[in-house]
């Protein structure tokens, strides 16, 4: 602590990223970004707004973006959300729906670890919920009566880093059984191979959906996130957003994303592309030994029954490839692997092979 700092630094425990090395030449499977890269409209896009109106502040209400993902997904504009990312977007979630005097939040044990970062900053009181022994969400433990009535729920899903899905099913159960309070479902990686929750808002006013151009339209650098809910939980977020900045998207990043959002056939192919290359990577992981939880992500969850967790980790990196390894309960023998192109997966998959025979 310094003497200069506010009373709350204290107690919060920041999110820690994923290692952005500063030397070339590393594989990096560690961060979850797409291996092939954005739409060439974005940049196009990107290009065109470059011009003198960056003297003018950007639109505060990011209208053309809203619009483009309100066509995209049979929604009204005032039911959509932008950010700054959508961490920025989840963040205002928290500030504005989850703080209630008394009222925990329900998660996971295992989720994004960004939400109980989020718990600390905004001093909300998490309710956590252990995954089942095969790291599946457990349905019952969000629908059954609560002693205490919580505020909200947030679950990713797929859920991070198992990688794991829910179905639309499943969704609804929760969402109808806590028809009073916000239903968060964070889906930065639902377009590699789950079902979005956006089809649920019509039958459920109280689900809100993240979604993130961060993994699937490969614009991480971008930082562009939006929720879609009821217009009176959007409402909600706009009043803490304008309590904040009235403009977390610059007039770059508002070009691009629509561009992004437009070009449905980049898109459709290099995320295709990233789901096969996936299945592959699980089959060969499975070869040599790994437990592979089943992804619907872009990214794969496995440990090695003989092989250390953070021992393959570092093995990795000394040989120029990073994996995210966490140093958590019930996980801390797993890799997360983000998936890249075949031949990304092929050199991870080589360098394990020696590794583990090395070692052995
Ligand atoms: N949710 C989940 C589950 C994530 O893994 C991430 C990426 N770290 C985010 C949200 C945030 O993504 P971004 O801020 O890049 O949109």
Request: aromatic share 8%.
């Amino acid at each position: 602590m310094s003497r200069y700092w506010s009373d709350h630094l204290a107690d919060l425990a920041p999110y820690v990223a994923g290692e952005q090395p500063k030397v070339a030449n590393l594989l990096k499977l560690n961060t979850n970004e797409h291996p092939y890269g954005p739409s060439p409209s974005v940049l196009e896009a990107i290009k065109g707004a470059a011009t003198d109106r960056l003297r003018l502040y950007p639109d505060n209400e990011c209208t053309a973006l809203r619009e483009a993902i309100a066509a995209l997904h049979g929604l009204q504009a005032d039911q959509v959300f932008a950010g700054n990312g959508s961490d920025e977007v989840l963040a205002h979630i928290f500030n504005a729906l989850f703080r209630r005097a008394g009222r925990p939040l329900l998660m996971p044990d295992i989720s994004y670890s960004f939400y109980r970062t989020y718990c600390k900053l905004y001093k909300i009181e998490p309710d956590i919920v252990p995954l089942a022994a095969d790291y599946s969400i457990r349905v019952a433990d969000y629908t059954a009566r609560h002693a205490v009535a919580p505020a909200g729920i947030i679950f990713a899903n797929p859920n991070a880093p198992t990688g794991m899905a829910l179905s639309l099913d499943d969704i609804s159960a929760i969402a109808g059984a806590n028809p009073d309070i916000p239903v968060v479902v964070d889906e930065a990686y639902v377009d590699f191979g789950a079902d979005s929750a956006v089809a649920l808002l019509g039958r459920h006013d109280n689900i809100v959906v993240v979604h993130t151009l961060s993994k699937s339209r490969s614009l991480a650098g971008l930082r562009v996130g939006f929720a879609m809910a009821s217009a009176e939980i959007v409402d909600g977020l706009n009043r803490v957003k304008d309590s904040f900045n009235s403009y977390p998207l610059d007039s770059l990043a508002q070009a691009g994303a629509v561009a992004a959002l437009r070009d449905t056939a980049h898109f459709d192919r290099t995320r295709r592309a990233v789901m096969d290359t996936r299945d592959g990577l699980a089959q060969q992981l499975a070869t040599l030994g790994f437990q592979v939880l089943p992804s619907q992500a872009n990214f794969v969850f496995a440990r090695h029954p003989q092989f250390d967790g953070a021992a393959l980790s570092h093995a990795l990196r000394a040989q120029g490839i990073l994996v995210r390894h966490f140093k958590l309960p019930r996980i801390d023998q797993f890799l997360r692997i983000s998936v890249g192109t075949p031949d990304d997966c092929a050199r991870l998959c080589n360098t394990l092979a020696e590794i583990l025979t090395k070692t052995h």
